[in-house]
C-alpha cells in the first residue's frame, strides 16, 4: 500500500488551493481638497505595471486563442498580441481599474461616501508612457470623536394611562375604516372623494383626480400645509367646489415658491362616512391577539417602544450638539438633496419598527417633507458621528437582527414578514434597515454610559388625528412630480 496521500486529502487539497500573492501595483496618488466633503483624486499606473498586465493578458489568450491554421495553444505570440489587441487593451484597462481602485482604497484614508464620477468608456491605455486617470469623490466630513461615556442626558419619559391606550386602540380601529357612502353634506371626521386642482395665478402646477381625503383640520402635502380644511369643506356636497390656500414650504427646491400660498381648488365628487370596526372576534384575528387584554398588552408594549423611540432620537441630538462644534460640518448641498430619500426611508423605517399607524406615519412623513434639507442635514450629521462609534467599538449587524426587525414590522401591521420583507426589497430598504440597527447600537452604546436627567415627553403631535397628510406636492410640475397631471 503506498504511504503517499491520496487525492483530496489535506495534504493535496492544501497544495492544490495554494495561491501566489495578488500583484501590488506601485501607484502614485495625489488627493486634492476641493470642497467639503470634496476631493480630486489622481492616480498614476507606472508603465512596468501596465507592461506586467499586458504579458498576463496575452500569455492568458496564448493558451488559449483559437486562430485558423493553428492547433489551440499554439498561436505565435506575436500574432495574439496583433489580432486581439483591442480585446486585450479592454481587458486590462478594465482589470487595472478594478486592482487600483481597490488597493486605493485600502492605502488612501479616503473614506469615501460614494462612488467616484469615473466614466471608464472615456479611459484608453497609452501605447507607451503611464496611465494616469483622475476623479471626484464626496468623504465624510473630518472631526474628533470626544468622549461619548458619561454624558448627560434629558431622557423623555411620560406614564402610559388607560386612557392613552383606549386613544391608540381608537387610531387602530380608524386605520382600518371602511368608507362607507352617504346622501349628506360633509361633515368633519368624513372621507370624500375629489379632484384637486392646483394653481399659481394663471400657471397650473397639477391635477390629481379621484383623491380620497379625510375631513381633518389641517391638510398636509408633501411640500406645503392647507390649515382649516375641516372649515373649508364642511357643507359641501357632490358638484360643490371649494377653493383654499396652501402654504409652500421653506425648503422646497424651487426658491421661488418657497413661503407661497398657492390656490388649491377641491372639487367634491363624492362623500362617505368612515365606519371603523369594533373590537370583536374578527378585528382580534385581524390584530393577531387572542383577547381584548392581550391587545391591550400589546398596544402598551407598542407605546413603551414609542418613548423609547423618542429617547434615543432625543440622545441622537443631543450627542450631535455637543460634538458638531469638533468637526468639518459643512456638508454640501448636493450630497444632502442626494441624501433625502435616503434619510427619509430609514426615518419612516424607524416609525413602522416604533408601532405608528400608517396614517400617522404618512403625516410624519409629509411634515419631515416640507424640512427635507435641514432634517436630512441633521441626519446626515448623526449618521457620521453613530457610524464612527459603531466602528469604534465594532459593532455589527446579522442577519438574524434583520428578520427579527421584519418579523415585528409585520406583526405590528398584521402583514406576514415575506410580505413586509418583499417591499422592503423592492423599495431598496434593506439596506438602510442595517444600518438603521447598527446605528441604534451606537445609541445604545452612549445611553448606557450616560446620568439621565428625566423630562416630560409629550404625546405626539403628529398622532393627534389633527392632520390629514396626502401623497401630493403642490409645487407639482415644477418639482418634476409624475403624478401632476394635465
Not at 124 to 150: C, H, Q, R, W
Request: proline share 5%; with cysteine; charged share 30%.
Amino acid at each position: 500500500m503506498s504511504n503517499s496521500p491520496e487525492a483530496g486529502s489535506p495534504e493535496t487539497s492544501a497544495v492544490a488551493v495554494e495561491e501566489k500573492p495578488a500583484y501590488k501595483l506601485s501607484l502614485a496618488v495625489k488627493v486634492e481638497k476641493t470642497g467639503p466633503c470634496k476631493r480630486h483624486v489622481t492616480v498614476t499606473v507606472p508603465r512596468k505595471d501596465l507592461d506586467y498586465y499586458f504579458d498576463t493578458q496575452i500569455k492568458e489568450l496564448v493558451k488559449n486563442a483559437v486562430v485558423p491554421g493553428f492547433r489551440a495553444g499554439h498561436v505565435p505570440r506575436k500574432l495574439v498580441e496583433k489580432r486581439f489587441r483591442t480585446d486585450v487593451e479592454g481587458q486590462v484597462c478594465q482589470k487595472i481599474l478594478i486592482d487600483s481602485l481597490e488597493q486605493l482604497a485600502t492605502e488612501n484614508d479616503l473614506n469615501a461616501i460614494n462612488e467616484p464620477d469615473l466614466n471608464i468608456r472615456d479611459l484608453k491605455i497609452p501605447e507607451k508612457g503611464d496611465f494616469e486617470y483622475n476623479f471626484n469623490v464626496e468623504v465624510a466630513p473630518e472631526f474628533d470623536l470626544p468622549s461619548y461615556t458619561g454624558l448627560t442626558i434629558n431622557r423623555p419619559v411620560r406614564e402610559i394611562t388607560e386612557q392613552e391606550i383606549d386613544t391608540h386602540l381608537d387610531r387602530l380601529r380608524y386605520s382600518f375604516s371602511e368608507n362607507r357612502p352617504v346622501d349628506r353634506p360633509v361633515e368633519a371626521g368624513d372621507a370624500v372623494l375629489v379632484d384637486i386642482i392646483i394653481k399659481i395665478g394663471d400657471e397650473l402646477l397639477g391635477r390629481y383626480m379621484d383623491r380620497t381625503v379625510v375631513v381633518k383640520p389641517t391638510l398636509a402635502f408633501r411640500d406645503a400645509q392647507l390649515q382649516d380644511f375641516d372649515t373649508l369643506i364642511a357643507g359641501t356636497q357632490p358638484g360643490d367646489t371649494r377653493v383654499g390656500g396652501a402654504v409652500v414650504g421653506n425648503e422646497v427646491a424651487d426658491k421661488e415658491l418657497r413661503g407661497v400660498t398657492v390656490e388649491v381648488e377641491f372639487h367634491v365628487l363624492g362623500v362617505f362616512e368612515r365606519v371603523a370596526p369594533e373590537v370583536n372576534t374578527e378585528f382580534l384575528a385581524k390584530m393577531e391577539s387572542e383577547s381584548v387584554e392581550s391587545l391591550r398588552k400589546e398596544i402598551r408594549e407598542t407605546l413603551e417602544r414609542q418613548i423609547k423611540h423618542h429617547q434615543r432620537q432625543s440622545a441622537r441630538i443631543q450627542v450631535l450638539g455637543q460634538i458638531t462644534g469638533s468637526g468639518e460640518w459643512e456638508l454640501p448641498e448636493s450630497l444632502v438633496r442626494r441624501q433625502v430619500e435616503n434619510a427619509m426611508r430609514r426615518e419612516m423605517l424607524e416609525l413602522h419598527q416604533a408601532g405608528y399607524t400608517m396614517e400617522e406615519i404618512t403625516v410624519r412623513e409629509n411634515e419631515l417633507r416640507q424640512k427635507a434639507i435641514s432634517t436630512t442635514r441633521q441626519a446626515l450629521k448623526e449618521h457620521f458621528v453613530l457610524d464612527r462609534i459603531a466602528e469604534e467599538r465594532k459593532l455589527t449587524v446579522e442577519p438574524i437582527e434583520i428578520d427579527v426587525e421584519i418579523a415585528l414590522m409585520a406583526h405590528q401591521q398584521g402583514e406576514s414578514p415575506r410580505k413586509i420583507r418583499a417591499y422592503l426589497e423592492k423599495q431598496n430598504m434593506i439596506e438602510n434597515l442595517s444600518a438603521q440597527i447598527l446605528e441604534r447600537k451606537a445609541v445604545d452604546v452612549i445611553l448606557d454610559a450616560a446620568t439621565y436627567v428625566d423630562v416630560d415627553l409629550p404625546i405626539d403631535e403628529f398622532v393627534s388625528g389633527t392632520t390629514e397628510g396626502v401623497a401630493i406636492e403642490v409645487c407639482g410640475r415644477r418639482s418634476g412630480d409624475p403624478e401632476a397631471g394635465q
